[in-house]
């Protein structure tokens, strides 16, 4: 008998294959593991301040405190912001027609309206690309720790032998998933970096950190604890405390300068800038910079949608700094005022 003309295949098809597969208990798939990010709402190369020598300047989202004075508000929130820019909006109805919630209004022809219930919601912002006068912008974007220290390495060239990075914020070790390996890093690449801190933060995690940096500037708003939380949203009990057990803590090496921004009519009398170096004194440390009120953030206010309380607010007068200078000098202590300070 002649057999068929073809040979009969005897082995797995590739249906078989399949078959076999989809009965099989599946092997666990590793998750690809994203890269923690860090949320970063300004870099600002060659600054002079806020440390020795010339600095990259990063300024990390997100604040335990709320302070009624602060001139950073865009940091106060721990996602990317709109913020709107008045002068430079000609009113065209562009980001009216793009707000897919119908968040934005023109009233009058005249003002635009943001209802900011709805923007510090979104994610995507399309008032912000539609807008040609880049009067809407969002504050605020997403680093990768490489994509951080590729910025640094860039920069490294103009630091000199004495600069390296400063960490501001908002509360610079707020994300401490990010901050932690990123310090890490910065430490094995011998990048000198210093921190502008509230000192707010768990003290095990603060005392932890604290190993990676070089130089700390940290506020005492007020000593007195319910002052204190009026003006900040917090009492002062952690924030005295890191303080002094990093004063005390031999094994951290690096330099600590505590500053006290002066606020007419709120934290100003000689009391509590005296009980201040008091303390800053018996913590074991030897510099005070006493910082005079500005009002440089106030426009920003209004971009995010927030109401700023220090409208009428003078800065406090030369001779008003040079008597509480005097004060923390009668303590013991080196006082320096505003940024004339030798780094
Ligand atoms: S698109 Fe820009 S310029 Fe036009 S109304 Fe909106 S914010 Fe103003
Ligand atoms: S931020 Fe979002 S919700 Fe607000 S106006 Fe722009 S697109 Fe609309």
Redesign the pocket.
Known sequence: MIGPPYEIFKGETTMDKQQKQASQPKEAVPPVKEPVKGLVFDIQGHSVHDGPGTRTTVFMAGCPLECVWCCNPEGLFTAPV?MHRETKCVRCGR?VA????G??QIIDKKIIQ??RD??DQ?K?????EACLKEA?VVSGKYYTIDELMKIFTRDRQFWGGSGGVTFSGGEPLFQKKFMLPLLKRCKDAYIHVAVETTSCLPSDYYMEIMRYIDWVFTDIKHMDPIKHKELTGVDNALILKNIRNLGQDPKWNGFALIRIPIIPDTNDSDENVRATAKYVKESGFEVINILPFHRLGESKYRQVGKSYRFAECRPPSEEKMNHLKAIIEEEGLVCYVGYKTPF
């Not at 793009?98 to 919630?101: E, G, I, R, T």
């Not at 995507?124 to 912000?128: G, K, L, P, Q, S």
């Open positions: 709109l980001c793009a707000c897919p919630v968040a934005v943001f209802n709805l923007c979104c995507t912002h399309e008032c912000a809407n």
